[in-house]
């Protein structure tokens, strides 16, 4: 499967943005999927996996409450709603697939988009 993340900016804190991601060469509701990010010089961050029927889902306690994972398979596309941003969410997200291995670890997801990046100013 081929992923394309799209939809960041640049916002101000407490601001929202809504990320896609696209997917297509393969069945995407085979799939299981996540976000996420990376800051400049800090490692790659799990923020959030879905499953592949869209019932399950999981976050990072940083993002909890904030961001909204979600998918729709009809549109082989996954979304993440982010609200009430904050500066420490400026990183480049990633959104990855996994066909196997459990959707809560990040391990398991080993096929990769392009980011995008979102910039939070304060």
């Known amino acids: 499967v081929q992923l394309q993340a799209s939809g960041g900016g640049l916002v101000q804190a407490g601001d929202s943005l809504r990320l896609s991601c696209a997917a297509s060469?393969?069945?995407?509701?085979?799939?299981?999927m996540a976000w996420f990010r990376q800051a400049p010089g800090k490692e790659r961050e799990f923020v959030s996996s879905?499953?592949?029927?869209?019932?399950?889902?999981y976050y990072v306690g940083s993002v909890k409450g904030r961001f909204t994972i979600s998918r729709d398979n009809a549109k082989n596309t996954m979304y993440l709603q982010m609200n009430s941003l904050k500066p420490e969410d400026t990183a480049v997200y990633y959104c990855?697939?996994?066909?196997?291995?459990?959707?809560?670890?990040?391990?398991?997801?080993?096929?990769w988009g392009q980011g995008t990046q979102v910039t939070v100013s304060s």
């Open positions: 879905i499953n592949w029927s869209g019932f399950s889902k």
């Open positions: 060469g393969r069945t995407f509701s085979n799939y299981n």
């Open positions: 990855a697939a996994a066909l196997s291995g459990d959707w809560r670890y990040p391990a398991s997801f080993n096929l």
